[in-house]
């Protein structure tokens, strides 16, 4: 019985494990932090990456095809516990849409000991601050795919005007 009790133990506490650390993702307040390092796989001139974490809304980073993507890095490995994105070109509704949007963000997490954790972001056509909640630790770099493209006609090009990243507090 006893060997019976410690064997469940065991097979059940990375399960307990990931309830505790939810639980305290959800109880603390959560805390904004700034990448140490930004890189993209392609940029429109004039709407660099960097711009994805300036804090403004009114400006974006620019990519001209689906599969493009930015590299944040990260000087201190933290627990996600939550990211926004601004898709489109602003938060304002008359300019979102002036631009192409993905609808879906192919996100891929690498923790400080090589780990890595894919999610994906599916997005609304909307404008404004859309929140997901991730929940992964020692997070070193997150790299998003823009996948799915709409409005992408005459000329136009992907835009995402903010990304947020947050630790728990």
Not at 5 to 11: N, R, S, V
Not at 141 to 151: A, D, K, Q, W, Y
Request: hydrophobic share 40%; glycine share 12%; net charge positive.
């Amino acid at each position: 019985m006893v060997l019976a009790l410690c064997a469940g133990g065991f097979l059940l506490l990375p399960a307990g494990r990931a309830l505790i650390e939810d639980t305290r993702d959800k109880l603390g307040k959560a805390k904004p932090v700034t990448p140490a390092g930004v890189r993209a796989s392609a940029e429109v001139p004039g709407h660099a990456a960097t711009r994805t974490t300036d804090g403004l809304t009114n400006r974006y980073w620019g990519a001209s095809r689906s599969g493009a993507s930015v590299t944040y890095g990260f000087a201190t490995p933290f627990r996600m516990v939550d990211v926004i994105v601004t898709n489109g070109a602003s938060a304002e509704p008359e300019v979102y849409a002036t631009q192409g949007r993905a609808l879906r963000i192919e996100m891929e997490v690498t923790s400080k000991d090589g780990e890595v954790v894919r999610k994906t972001l599916n997005l609304s056509d909307k404008p404004g601050p859309q929140t997901f909640q991730t929940g992964i630790s020692d997070v070193a770099t997150v790299r998003l795919t823009l996948e799915s493209p709409t409005g992408l006609t005459g000329g136009r090009h992907l835009a995402v005007a903010e990304v947020e990243f947050f630790q728990r507090g």
